[in-house]
T-cell receptor, first 114, second 117 residues
């Protein structure tokens, strides 16, 4: 069965600092991996996705993630945090390209201070 | 493209009452998904449809829950005899099924927050 683990339920950074949100996955087959962001009282928005093409994936708002099979990781990074990045971030995995159910981690809340 | 919409946005009900939520997907999307999100947790998959066919149901979807998508467009999720444990955010998502990098991205609605007293 597929699963994801997000290390750290809460991450705090200063504005301009590096953002690193951790995600490790477990999958018996090559996974498809996603990062979503959720702002208060809003639905989830896709930041980026890995679908077995390039291992370094670039997304919206300056975020990127690198798929590392040897470490079973898909960590999300951004070189310089903005106040507007404060939100909850979810890593998710699915079985295949055919778009079945997403399995989400518990989420990481990112706080950005000035 | 007006996005995925859900109605109502908030629902407060008493234990034992029935509630129904509606989801309107993006118009050209043939897949529709329901998820439940409780406080401090990530969304959990409940069920999904391709057109009007319900293709998969999670074991989380007890017999008090029923979902329909009668004409392959909007969907409803009904919870009968609500319990306090049903209090959660119910999220709907839709996607366009196909093979290739531009397909199968799930777009989420804003959710319906259910509070069972």
């Amino acid at each position: 069965a597929q699963s994801v683990t997000q290390l750290g339920s809460h991450v705090s950074v200063s504005e301009g600092a590096l953002v690193l949100l951790r995600c490790n996955y477990s999958s018996s087959v090559p996974p498809y991996l996603f990062w979503y962001v959720q702002y208060p009282n809003q639905g989830l928005q896709l930041l980026l996705k890995y679908t077995s093409a390039a291992t370094l994936v670039k997304g919206i708002n300056g975020f990127e993630a690198e798929f590392k099979k040897s470490e079973t990781s898909f960590h999300l990074t951004k070189p310089s945090a903005h106040m507007s990045d404060a939100a909850e971030y979810f890593c998710a995995v699915t079985l295949n390209q055919a778009g079945t159910a997403l399995i989400f981690g518990k989420g990481t809340t990112l706080s950005v201070s000035s | 493209d007006t996005g995925v919409s859900q109605d109502p946005r908030h629902k407060i009900t008493k234990r034992g009452q029935n509630v129904t939520f509606r989801c309107d997907p993006i118009s050209e999307h043939n897949r529709l998904y329901w998820y439940r999100q409780t406080l401090g947790q990530g969304p959990e998959f409940l069920t999904y449809f391709q057109n009007e066919a319900q293709l998969e149901k999670s074991r989380l979807l007890s017999d008090r829950f029923s979902a329909e998508r009668p004409k392959g467009s909007f969907s409803t999720l009904e919870i009968q005899r609500t319990e306090q444990g049903d209090s959660a955010m119910y999220l709907c998502a839709s996607s366009r099924f196909g093979l290739g990098p531009t397909y199968n991205e799930q777009f989420f609605g804003p959710g319906t927050r259910l509070t069972v007293l």
